[in-house]
């Protein structure tokens, strides 16, 4: 019985899948290997790079482009070495023949590899392998590397620098056409060099690139047609709802879609899978699980946080600030990373990262705020919100020097610090949906809270830095307020001001006033 995957590449008589034949431009691949081309595919972890590269392998040695042998490898091996490029080139060469013998049951790499290192040494022993090994058969050679750019240092930079030097003797003595795979594209490669003391670009490593391919997440009709693949075999629906939750909440994302899919779709101890539909409530309980799991995609995806680049585009995002530091190459950097979405204005790629972001952000802080839930619910069950942003505020004032600084997004600090003490909420059984962008001037916050009697209380939170005059923030916030209420259906309407001037005394910061808005009464938070 098929199960959607989580890791690894997909087997399609194991696992729900896309064709991934049909995820590549493949009349346009198969053109750039007749041509002859040597060229890059790249997309985030996990989106299916490796699952279309074995299976473009296989099409290609049932002769799709004529009589020639493809090579699939992975050169990650080479990555343990780190600097010692001896080492990791012995790691690279010996996959290299593992995969010749498995693939094309060709075995005389065993033997050419250990006597080119010895004689060609780590900076020569790839480009003499495959120039004998392209010698030794008429038909031509195609290789596809996979985590090409997992290499490290001056590991990476012999890798590129020998694939360009036998790019000439193509193909008679040197592979027709190479594919590079990795997260990032080659000109993305800043290679600190440990022999030369230099950083190195991979576009001038690799000039020869003719180019960069990427692979984009599931479309709509893909998401509805790995869900149809599970309903079909095993006669569990997924609703409406449900269906349109994780198109929602991953917008596509390959890995994302079958992990939510995967957790709502648990099977017994025979293997076999539940008749009851999967529900929104339960891909929207599964997205919780997955977070708090923090499997190792999202796990990858909090420690690409901490990295400069990364930073200084997340760091606006966040704080809904217009602050641009960051240049066109870190943001190209950060769509290939996955963070961002690759189309439309800069924003979080979808609903799950974005919750995930300001949690991995905010973990120190959340430990350090546990308390007890009964302090903020009403005597029904109901939540009081408003006793929940009257501590907060006081714990603001008290606090807030101390905590922001902590931040690895000071930035942002205030906005985040909130999060954190709203996070028992979720930890108690609500649940909370953040909105933010570059821009945008604010951060939205949607609580939602179980009623006892069944459905849910919503409330709107919109936070806001001080940047105009008083009066005139506010004005706009309760404006935005109000549109955000009245978009989620919302019960009450929040609006926090966060004034970070050093030279205002906290007695005018702190304040609290209701402000009546069109049908509702926004209640507005001066911190």
């Known amino acids: 019985m098929r199960f959607f995957n989580t890791t690894g590449p997909t087997d399609p008589a194991k696992h729900y899948q896309v064709p991934p034949l049909e995820r590549l431009r493949l009349g346009h691949v198969l053109t750039l290997i007749r041509d002859e081309r040597y060229f890059v595919l790249h997309a985030p972890r996990q989106t299916g790079k490796t699952t279309a590269l074995l299976a473009l392998r296989d099409l290609l040695n049932q002769g799709e482009c004529g009589d020639l042998r493809c090579v699939y490898v992975n050169v990650e091996a080479g990555q343990a070495a780190r600097e010692d490029t001896e080492e ?3 790691a690279i060469l010996h996959g290299l023949a593992n995969a010749a013998r498995i693939t094309v049951g060709d075995e005389s790499l065993a033997t050419i590899w250990p006597e080119a290192l010895g004689s060609a040494g780590p900076h020569g022993a790839l480009g003499a392998v495959l120039t004998r090994w392209s010698e030794s058969d008429a038909r031509p050679l195609v290789l596809l590397l996979d985590e090409v750019d997992s290499l490290v240092g001056d590991t990476l930079i012999s890798v590129l620098r020998q694939l360009r030097a036998g790019y000439p003797d193509r193909p008679a003595h040197f592979p027709q056409s190479v594919v590079l795979c990795g997260v990032r594209d080659v000109r993305d490669y800043r290679i600190h060099s440990g022999a030369g003391k230099e950083i190195i670009t991979g576009g001038s490593a690799f000039n020869i690139k003719a180019e960069s391919l990427t692979l984009g997440d599931f479309t709509e009709n893909e998401v509805r047609s790995l869900l149809a693949q599970h309903t079909s075999e095993t006669g569990q629906e997924f609703t409406a709802a449900a269906t349109a939750a994780v198109l929602r909440q991953t917008q596509g994302q390959p890995w994302l879609v079958n992990a939510l899919a995967y957790r709502t779709c648990p099977r017994d101890d025979d293997g076999r899978y539940g008749a009851d539909p999967v529900t929104e409530e339960a891909v929207l309980e599964a997205q919780e699980n997955l977070i708090l799991s923090r499997e190792t995609h999202l796990d990858q995806l909090g420690d690409k946080l901490r990295e400069e680049r990364v ?3 997340v760091g606006p995002l966040l704080s809904g600030g217009d602050e ?3 240049s066109a190459r870190d943001t190209e950097y950060v769509r290939d990373l996955g963070l961002i979405a690759r189309r439309g ?3 979080i790629a979808n609903p799950i990262y974005a919750e995930v972001v300001p949690r991995e952000l905010t973990l120190a802080a959340q430990e350090g705020l546990v308390q007890d839930a009964a302090w903020y619910a009403n005597e029904d069950g109901g939540l009081n919100l408003a006793r929940l942003l009257t501590a907060f ?6 606090h807030s020097e101390h905590w922001i600084p902590r931040f690895d997004y000071v930035e942002a600090g205030p906005q985040l610090l909130l999060q954190a003490f709203l996070q028992r909420i979720v930890n108690s059984g609500g649940r909370i949906e953040r909105e933010y962008g570059l821009g945008r001037g ?6 939602v809270w179980p009623r006892a009697a069944g459905g849910a209380e919503r409330f709107v939170i919109e936070c806001k830095i001080l940047r105009k005059s008083l009066e005139r923030t506010i004005d706009e916030g309760l404006k935005q307020t109000a549109a955000y209420m009245d978009r989620c259906a919302a019960d009450e309407g ?4 966060f004034d970070r001037s050093e030279d205002r005394p906290w007695r005018e910061k702190i304040f609290r006033r209701e402000e009546p808005v069109e ?3 926004i209640s507005v938070w001066g911190m």
């Open 88 to 90: 990791a080139m012995r």
């Open 311 to 313: 930073r200084r585009v």
């Open 324 to 326: 641009r530091e960051f």
């Open 345 to 347: 204005p800069l924003r």
């Open 393 to 398: 505020q006081e714990f603001f004032r008290e």
């Open 442 to 447: 604010r951060t939205d916050l949607l609580v």
């Open 494 to 497: 929040h609006l926090v001001v």
């Open 519 to 521: 049908s509702a009464v």
